[in-house]
């Protein structure tokens, strides 16, 4: 499974930026998606993923102003980031979760995936 991420950027606080990701390989099946962030010196963290059912799961940090929305025929997400602060400033990496088939018999395990990262940075 590969992840493609696209968005990202600079801009003002206040201001807004949507991530797109996009999931493709061989058979497989999203269990979670989302995305994950990493500062300067700090640890990565999460910031939103949404599972099979369709669950999302929000940083407090971020809870009413990110929203991840997928999109299932497309095995893609997006999250759009609405009132940024220079404290959202991060690396975001796309991730998920997913069942790949690894036989012929349709035996399946799951994997972590992630994205190659998109630098998001909010200054004045």
């Known amino acids: 499974v590969q992840l493609v991420e696209s968005g990202g950027g600079l801009v003002q606080p206040g201001g807004s930026l949507r991530l797109s990701c996009a999931a493709s390989?061989?058979?497989?099946?999203?269990?979670?998606m989302g995305w994950y962030r990493q500062a300067p010196g700090k640890q990565r963290e999460l910031v939103a993923t949404f599972n099979s059912g369709g669950v999302t799961n929000y940083a407090d940090s971020v809870k009413g102003r990110f929203t991840i929305t997928r999109h299932n025929t497309r095995n893609a997400a997006s999250l759009q980031m609405n009132s940024l602060k220079p404290e959202d400033t991060a690396v975001y990496y796309c991730?998920?979760?997913?069942?790949?088939?690894?036989?012929?018999?349709?035996?399946?395990?799951?994997?972590?995936?992630w994205g190659q990262g998109t630098q998001v940075t909010v200054s004045s």
């Open positions: 991730h998920c979760n997913a069942d790949i088939v690894v036989n012929v018999e349709g035996t399946t395990v799951d994997r972590d995936y």
């Open positions: 390989g061989s058979t497989f099946r999203i269990n979670v």
